[in-house]
């Protein structure tokens, strides 16, 4: 009996942290405090930060997925181009109406988050609707075309190309997002590629806070 080897995955790990940060982010603007000022800048910069990983993921799934794709498979990458021409709409429309939220008095303040809530929920919708098509339609086009060691190497260029300030804004999401058996082994594969420096303070800033103690424990050689 011959089994066959599962092919590599573009999409599962990232998109599962950007659902995860897109539910995360839908539950602080339903709840956050509209009367308190330092709430509403925390909700803001929180909302502001968030959008810097859509805008960063849909720039990278351009740049150095659809490109690749198209050079062999010209056409293949259609179906996601037209959501992502869709998702720019609904960014320049969500920075509207945080700029809205971040001036309104405080008598507009309550219609203004929900504006922006109602706003975003859609596009949290659109989007995964739009991943499941990535995950699916396309990764099927990407795996016809690519072989795994091709596949790796186009995801090693967009990981190398996230600038240092925004990593966090991705990996903790992922990492949040992973059972704790694809944790230990996604952080056992980090290990590996960085210096014990640069893991050491992903185990601390990026890991520690999201753990409970008891898997922090079972992490215990990760951090020797
Ligand atoms: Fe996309
Ligand atoms: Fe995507």
């Excluded at 794709?69 to 998702?87: D, I, K, N, Q």
């Amino acid at each position: 009996m011959t089994t066959t080897q599962p092919r590599h995955d573009m999409y599962s790990a990232i998109h599962k942290g950007i659902r995860y940060a897109h539910c995360q982010q839908l539950m602080h603007l339903s709840n956050f405090d509209i009367d308190d000022d330092v709430a509403r800048d925390a909700l803001i910069a929180s909302m502001r930060r968030h959008m810097v990983l859509c805008h960063g993921h849909l720039h990278h799934e351009n740049e150095h997925i659809h490109t690749a794709l198209e050079a062999r498979s010209p056409g293949a990458s259609e179906v996601a181009e037209e959501g992502h021409v869709e998702h720019e709409q609904s960014f320049a429309e969500i920075e509207n109406l945080i700029e809205a939220l971040a001036k309104a008095p405080k008598s507009e303040r309550a219609a203004a988050a929900r504006a922006l809530y109602r706003r975003f929920a859609l596009f949290m919708a659109h989007d995964f609707e739009h991943m499941n098509e990535e995950e699916t339609i396309l990764q099927t086009a990407l795996q016809y075309a690519f072989t795994d060691a091709e596949l790796m190497e186009i995801e090693h260029r967009i990981v190398t190309s996230i600038p240092a300030e925004e990593v966090p804004l991705s990996v903790v999401p992922m990492l949040c997002a992973m059972h704790p058996s694809d944790r230990r082994a996604t952080l056992s594969g980090m290990k590996q590629g960085m210096p014990p420096e640069a893991f050491g303070g992903v185990m601390e800033g990026m890991v520690r806070p999201h753990v409970s103690d008891r898997e922090w424990a079972q992490l215990s050689d990760l951090r020797g």
